[in-house]
């Protein structure tokens, strides 16, 4: 393993953190923000694209950043030793005229062994946060395979939440901070379940103003399409799938769980309640320093049901992955994770 800068200086933590497709768009994003916002001075790129890395590993060495302790290998098990906090963007990336369900087999492959690798390099890593797409699938086989407690894996859901407050923030022609409390649930993808009823809009509730002259019925339709379709919109206009806001957001997470201040976006969690069960799906919860906690959501009924919904097409997808035999049937699963 290279090291590129060896300096010493306070971070938030210095337990090591491992960006797995660092190569990537995404991965790359995140090495930067992760080094920009100080979270820890030792960071760890992984790829299997090893010139593409040190590519990455050699710009980040240009910026001058101070303290980092900057390592990339190639190697899996030389990237995961000692690790403590993983970030995971490396899947397929999603191309245009696909949508995420589309990368469910490949990308699902990966994250069994993203999850076994896991186990046998690092099973005392403490948060571990799986970003590539269809993220509630890929989390969910990367926590089966981990051995982690649920609380200890996230996926990134706060984006579709984020959409939303831009979306908003753009129709009132206001700064997007006037957008309190947006919120998505569910799927991160076409069947995600966009909330009205959470929101204001510079401190009056969003749903008293649908159906009105300020925001008609029809507007509003068109802005939760805007939303579900956010992915889309940006692969149409970059020619490319997102890389700045999901590595932006994946990073808060994780430093969250290393002591920052707490996540308070939507994000995906495994869920087991009774309502809910055996599937990761974005739901209200809080990331901090101890990981996961999952709040209520609160709705209404017009809205539980459209998470309903989502929740049905999200067990689809992984019956389909137990149909794939990439996952054993629900029953067997805590022969390979106890804390399932």
């Known amino acids: 393993?290279?090291?590129?800068?060896?300096?010493?200086?306070?971070?938030?933590?210095?337990?090591?953190?491992?960006?797995?497709?660092?190569?990537?768009?995404?991965?790359?994003?995140?090495?930067?923000?992760?080094?920009?916002?100080?979270?820890?001075?030792?960071?760890?790129?992984?790829?299997?694209?090893?010139?593409?890395?040190?590519?990455?590993?050699?710009?980040?060495?240009?910026?001058?950043?101070?303290?980092l302790n900057l390592t990339f290998t190639s190697d899996i098990k030389e990237a995961f030793t000692g690790a403590k906090y993983i970030v995971s963007s490396g899947g397929a990336a999603r191309k245009a005229g696909m949508t995420r369900e589309d990368l469910l087999r490949g990308n699902s492959e990966i994250a069994?062994?993203?999850?076994?690798?896991?186990?046998?390099?690092?099973?005392?890593?403490?948060?571990?946060?799986v970003v590539f797409n269809p993220a509630d699938i890929t989390g969910l086989v990367t926590l089966i395979y981990s051995g982690l407690k649920p609380s200890q894996v996230s996926t990134l859901a706060a984006l579709d939440s984020t959409r939303l407050r831009s979306e908003l923030a753009k129709y009132f022609h206001i700064p997007a901070d006037k957008i309190q409390n947006s919120r998505t649930y569910g799927g991160h993808g076409e069947q995600m379940a966009v909330f009205a009823s959470t929101t204001?809009?510079?401190?009056?509730?969003?749903?008293?103003?649908?159906?009105?002259?300020?925001?008609?019925?029809?507007?509003?339709?068109?802005?939760?399409?805007?939303?579900?379709?956010?992915?889309?919109?940006?692969?149409?206009?970059?020619?490319?799938?997102?890389?700045?806001?999901?590595?932006?957001?994946?990073?808060?997470?994780?430093?969250?769980?290393?002591g920052g201040p707490s996540f308070t976006w939507p994000v995906g969690t495994y869920v087991n309640n009774g309502e809910y069960n055996h599937i990761m799906m974005a739901m209200e919860t809080t990331v901090d320093k101890n990981g996961v906690t999952v709040n209520p959501v609160k709705g209404t009924p017009e809205e539980h049901k459209e998470l309903d919904q989502s929740y049905h097409h999200l067990c689809k997808l992984r019956d389909e992955v137990i149909s794939l035999g990439i996952i054993p049937p629900i029953s067997d699963w805590s022969k390979i994770n106890p804390n399932l």
């Open 200 to 258: 204001t809009v510079a401190g009056q509730p969003l749903s008293e103003i649908i159906g009105t002259e300020a925001l008609p019925r029809q507007a509003w339709e068109e802005i939760r399409q805007r939303v579900v379709q956010g992915g889309k919109n940006i692969i149409d206009l970059r020619g490319r799938s997102s890389f700045q806001s999901p590595a932006y957001l994946s990073i808060e997470m994780i430093a969250a769980a290393m």
């Open 1 to 67: 393993m290279k090291s590129l800068i060896n300096l010493h200086m306070d971070f938030l933590t210095d337990e090591k953190l491992v960006i797995v497709g660092a190569a990537g768009m995404i991965g790359s994003n995140m090495a930067q923000t992760a080094a920009m916002m100080r979270l820890t001075p030792n960071i760890c790129l992984y790829d299997t694209y090893a010139p593409g890395l040190e590519g990455v590993a050699e710009e980040i060495a240009h910026c001058g950043f101070k303290g």
């Open 112 to 129: 069994e062994q993203l999850g076994k690798d896991i186990k046998a390099y690092c099973p005392d890593v403490k948060h571990v946060v």
